[in-house]
């Protein structure tokens, strides 16, 4: 395997594809590459490339999580999501982009099992184990994405630059198709380069785990105040970081016979985060 | 009261001595197995198979052979000796035979110049497989194709069982096994599979001696055990084969069976070089045994005094692919399956079957984890319903020396069930903290899931104990070896005894023992190897602290004896050097009928603890925090009390990790969960502090009175704990782990 050290955003866009994946601290990468689920014949770095650092609202996507959690600059539910993901030897490795980025944890895709979202024809979880899995967004596949930033960003309302435009970080996550499998709509070779993360009025980031540190959520619930409402996004819930409208709008969720228990922690969760971040001051 | 603050270099029975390994493992200077370098070494590699159940239709190496830094590729062809090993029954193959039975088993092996280049040329291996339907439904097993032709457990003196897959079936039948109560309880309790998560992969090196034999410096729990396992299948004399103890990270019963001793030792012989071994952590998970997943139904029928009259039992262990120590787990979870309780009346009825998924044997607490958890969920159902304080329901049942278990055995030592049970509950609970707290002190921990909303608090109480010692006629002893020699200030002792320190502090134990002895600060502890003296057994069965004394103990006396004899001291290069075996009271089998003790009795002696857990539940989300456990726990005689009580604190994390969240996953045989990330263990955050008391009935027939301490704290927490859940959210939780589907949704 090769390591390619581009100069420049544009020539590590152009080096991607064709067996080249971009690397940033690797704890996501390096575990697939080793299992086989990512093959790749160069890594393309992206350290020199990719903004590291924060000014004001805009974060650079190769910030580290353990840089994100201790500034006060940062929101509150982005602090709280990033201090919460993995451990403190992780996150001071994991990037912020890579993080957005990161796989489902769902064990038959992480065993390369041939589900429907490697591109096979059925969700072995529906019909096995799938308690860690979703409540929304399960026709095809019921993973539940892992990201606590995400959830934390997706509330906070951030937008993406990348190499190839500036898009909503609710329109880089899609749910997977018959003709399309992935679960982002990035372009080959995009790179996410900053994030503008809007200050909210107050915001907070609660995660449910089944252990009391150093797990993943079975559902995370970030909420944001701004002054015309306040705004809810989960993570562990679906395919993809999922947006609610509203608290009432749990009650849509679609939860399988194993994740029905997720929709009464969403529902409780909910409760306190809202309670937490306080109504909007012009209301 | 709790570990004393205060330790000495050099104590004797009975004082708090610091740990020899304690100073160079928090350092980071202790030397693990997986430190392991000789000169020269190769890298060794195991390739495994991908299914659960399949036959092997072809092996075919030719590739992998050729590859760069390659010097061996072996197969079953080339075991050569005995082709299958076992602890008990030689069932599992070297390599696999045709035949894959579990997902991960071993199939061939390789020896390169680098790891990496061993790992590539065992991708090369390619073996074709013909998938084979697994039989993974224990409650089916007994009525699916037998996994294993024969029957590797016929003969051996067992109850007949002829239904196919059963490794071993025990019915125990106490007094009317029809008699009635006034008041009857039944439930249905089951247990996930337990890892051991030992820190330390299983690893080990192998050096040929370049006569034909071979030195494998390994992290085991017994190693004349390996020897006589190893050895045959190597086709060499037990003296050709030399085990050394290697650095142990950890073992809690999943370093009984071999993992890659033999392995390594043919990829030596066969390259003439030293081959090391080292699983990494996903490989570590299918390379031991687990704990027995367990479904038992029991129903107790009481008088309303709260009097037991009959205990029914019926336990079914998933034992895996091959039978390691199940036979002697499935004695253990049917002898106590009643509890430290007098029941006049049992009918215990114990299967234990052979299936696809992972193997399972021995692990900390043996068969009386699982019994544990069921039969305290069962006193706590009979308080409800007799409405009968929890504490004084079990004191009204409790045995007590002279009373029988169902399996007719009299206790003849010391059994101080009452007073454990008496300490235990009258140790002062803390009282509920104020809110508004710090996250880390409310259920949910880190996550900041709550500040108060929908937590609600529970005490829990429950008892235990199991049989310290090896039992049903094991002939159980341990050798130690003392050497006197002069030195320049009076006469100074080495002492040799194969007893394997895995983190539980032997090495203390025998330091302290000879230093009583002998009266005497100048010993020093000699190498453990099979070839310096004779067998100590297991590192099990809590067993250890009272064999490895006892051996001890002898010696020293035989040594002293000898020193007299020549007068009271030695001339500068005289020695004295003498060995002694030392056995405990001889055991005899369980009648293969009735589960009735023939003969002396089954079992040497029993130990014996109590648990009082405080948790609080937030019964919106399901979140828990284990808030403070007390503990009183029948020791015998505390050798090391410091150590001891390192014993209780870590055998209650283990029961937890159980009660709340450690469970392997398995999906048609294969393990789903193989990591750290998926299979979570408890943190220092999960664990609550422990209030531990030390109950000293000396045992009658041990050196210094001593019993065993490392299993009671690892049977009783996990039943402990999910009494204290039940007490806080009102619901039966009659699996563990207890997760948080089980408990959100209360009114
Ligand atoms: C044991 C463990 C526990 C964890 N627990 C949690 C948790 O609780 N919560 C949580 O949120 N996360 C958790 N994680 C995930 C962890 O946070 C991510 O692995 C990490 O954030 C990834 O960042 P990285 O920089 O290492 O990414 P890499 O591994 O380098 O990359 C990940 C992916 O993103 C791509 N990529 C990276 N940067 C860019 C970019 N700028 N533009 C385009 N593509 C890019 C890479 O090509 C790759 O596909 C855990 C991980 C582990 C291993
Ligand atoms: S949930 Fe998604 S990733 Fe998991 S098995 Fe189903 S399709 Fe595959």
Same mark, same amino acid.
């Given at each position: ?8 955003? $544009? ?5 991607? @594809? ?22 790749? $014949?160069?890594?393309? $770095? ?6 590291? @650092?924060?000014?004001?609202? %805009? ?19 982005? %602090?709280? !999501?990033? *201090? ?21 944890? +769902? ?12 591109? @096979?024809?059925? +969700? ?6 799938? %308690?860690?899995?979703?409540?929304? @967004? ?5 993973? !539940? ?25 609710? $329109? ?42 150093? *797990? ?10 701004? !002054? ?6 989960? !993570? ?48 | ?126 073996? /074709? ?81 370049? &006569?034909? =034999? ?134 215990? &009825? ?142 100074? /002792? ?27 600060? &100048? ?13 100590? =057994? ?91 456990? =007390? ?117």
């Amino acid at each position: 395997m090769e390591l390619l050290r581009p100069e420049s955003a $544009e020539a590590a866009s152009a080096a991607l @594809g064709n067996g080249s994946v971009a690397l940033a601290g690797g704890t996501e990468l390096v575990p697939l590459l080793r299992d086989g689920i990512v093959r790749a $014949e160069k890594l393309v $770095e992206l350290r020199d490339v990719v903004p590291r @650092g924060f000014d004001g609202t %805009r974060i650079g996507a190769g910030t580290t999580l353990a840089e994100l959690e201790v500034d006060p600059q940062i929101p509150q539910a982005l %602090r709280e !999501a990033c *201090s919460l993901a993995a451990s403190p030897q992780l996150r001071s490795m994991s990037t912020l982009g890579g993080n957005l980025l990161q796989a489902t944890r +769902c064990w038959y895709w992480r065993l390369n099992f041939p589900c429907y979202l490697h591109g @096979g024809d059925v +969700c072995h979880a529906k019909a096995g184990q799938h %308690r860690e899995h979703a409540i929304f @967004g399960s026709d095809r596949c019921a993973s !539940a994405h892992p990201s606590d930033p995400a959830a934390a960003l997706l509330a906070l309302g951030a937008r993406l630059h990348t190499t190839a435009r500036e898009l909503p970080l609710s $329109e880089l996550y899609r749910l997977p198709t018959d003709d399309n499998r992935d679960v982002t709509a990035l372009e080959p070779g995009e790179l996410i380069l900053e994030l503008d993360v809007p200050q909210p009025e107050a915001s907070v980031y609660l995660k449910a785990m089944e252990r009391r540190k150093w *797990s993943f959520a079975l559902v995370g619930v970030a909420a944001a105040r701004f !002054a015309d409402g306040v705004r809810l996004a989960l !993570a562990g819930v679906a395919p993809v970081p999922w947006a609610l409208s509203s608290p009432d709008a749990l009650e849509q969720a679609t939860p399988l016979p194993g994740t029905a228990y997720k929709v009464d922690i969403a529902r409780a969760l909910i409760r306190r985060a809202v309670e937490a971040v306080g109504a909007p001051r012009s209301a | 009261m709790n570990a004393p603050a205060r330790t000495l270099e050099l104590g004797r029975v009975g004082e708090s001595v610091k740990r020899v390994d304690a100073i160079p493992k928090v350092t980071g200077e202790f030397a693990y197995s997986s430190d392991l370098f000789a000169a020269g070494m190769l890298w060794g590699h195991t390739v495994r198979s991908p299914h659960a159940h399949a036959l092997i239709e072809e092996v075919d190496i030719s590739e992998a052979v050729g590859m760069a830094g390659v010097h061996a590729v072996l197969t079953h062809t080339d075991v050569p000796g005995a082709k299958a090993y076992g602890l008990e029954f030689a069932d599992q193959p070297v390599l696999a035979i045709e035949r894959v039975r579990y997902f991960g088993e071993p199939v061939a092996i390789v020896a390169a110049e680098h790891p990496e280049q061993a790992r590539r040329a065992a991708e090369r291996i390619r073996v /074709a497989y013909e998938p084979l339907e697994p039989v993974v439904d224990p409650e089916r097993a007994t009525e699916q194709e037998p996994i294993h032709d024969g029957r590797p457990t016929a003969g051996h003196g067992f109850r007949d069982d002829p239904r196919p897959n059963v490794v071993r079936s025990i019915v125990i039948r106490h007094g009317d096994p029809d008699a009635q109560g006034e008041v009857t309880v039944s439930g249905v309790y089951e247990l996930g599979i337990q890892d051991q998560a030992f820190l330390g992969p299983e690893s080990g090196l192998a050096v040929p001696d370049g &006569e034909g =034999g071979v030195d494998v410096y390994v992290a085991t729990q017994w190693l004349h055990v390996d020897r006589d396992q190893v050895a045959p299948c190597l086709g060499l004399d037990p003296e050709q084969v030399r085990i050394h103890l290697s650095g142990v990270g950890g073992a809690f019963g999943g370093r009984e069976d071999l993992s890659m001793q033999i392995h390594a030792s043919m990829l030596a012989l066969h390259t003439n070089r030293p081959v090391k071994m080292v699983y990494n952590r996903e490989e570590s998970f299918v390379g031991h045994i687990h704990r027995h997943p367990a479904k038992i139904w029991m129903e107790h029928r009481a008088k309303r005094d709260g009097k037991l009259v009959n205990v029914r039992a019926r336990i079914l262990l998933d034992g895996g692919a091959y039978a390691s120590s199940s036979a002697a787990v499935t004695a253990n979870a049917s002898a106590f399956a009643c509890g430290p309780y007098a029941v006049e009346n049992a009918l215990v &009825e114990c299967a234990c079957v052979y299936t696809n998924n992972p193997p399972c044997g021995a692990m900390r607490g043996f068969g009386a984890v699982q019994s544990c958890f069921a039969h305290e969920a069962q006193m706590d159902k009979l308080g409800a319903e007799l409405g009968m304080d929890p504490v004084e329901l079990r004191l009204r049942n409790a045995l007590a020396p002279g009373d029988s278990l169902p399996t007719g055995q009299k206790i003849t030592g010391s059994f101080p069930a009452a007073e454990v049970i008496r300490r235990a509950a009258a140790l002062p609970i803390p009282e509920p903290e104020e809110l508004p707290r710090d996250a880390l002190r409310l259920p949910g921990g880190s996550g900041n899931t709550t500040r108060g909303e929908g937590v609600r608090r529970g005490v829990g109480f429950a008892v235990g104990f199991k049989n310290v010692c090896y039992s049903e006629g094991f002939d159980d002893s341990t050798a130690a070896r003392v050497r006197l020699a002069a030195s320049d200030d009076g006469i100074a /002792a080495v002492v040799h005894c194969a007893a394997a320190e895995v983190g539980q502090g032997v090495v203390n134990v025998i330091l302290q023992t000879a230093r009583t002895e002998l009266d005497l600060d &100048e010993v020093v502890l000699g190498s453990a190897t099979t070839s310096s003296v004779g067998s100590a =057994g297991s590192a099990s069965a809590s067993r250890m602290t009272w064999m490895a004394a006892g051996a001890v103990q002898l010696a020293c006396r035989a040594a002293k004896d000898e020193l007299e004899r020549r007068g009271g001291d030695l001339e500068h290069g005289e020695t004295i050097d003498v060995e002694r075996v030392y056995h405990h009271r001889p055991t005899t089998p369980l009648d293969r009928e009735t589960g009735q003790v023939t003969g002396d009795g089954a079992h040497v002696a029993y130990i014996c603890a109590a648990m009082r857990v405080v948790a609080e539940v937030d019964v919106e989300l399901g979140l828990t925090r284990v808030v403070w456990i =007390g503990t009183a726990q029948d020791v015998g005689k505390a050798v090391n009390p410091q150590a001891v009580y390192g014993q209780i604190e870590g055998g209650i994390a283990q029961g937890l990790g159980l009660a709340l969240m450690e469970e392997i996953q398995t999906q048609d045989g294969l393990i789903t969960n193989a990591s750290f990330t998926d299979y979570l263990i408890p943190t220092t955050l999960d664990m609550p502090p422990v209030e531990a008391q030390l109950v000293e009935e000396p045992e009658p027939d041990a050196p210094y009175g001593v019993k065993g301490v490392g299993e009671p704290p690892t049977v009783v927490s996990t039943a402990a704990v999910a009494s204290a859940l039940r007490d806080a959210t009102g619901r039966q939780l009659t699996r563990v782990p207890v997760r948080p589907d089980e408990i959100v949704g209360l009114p």
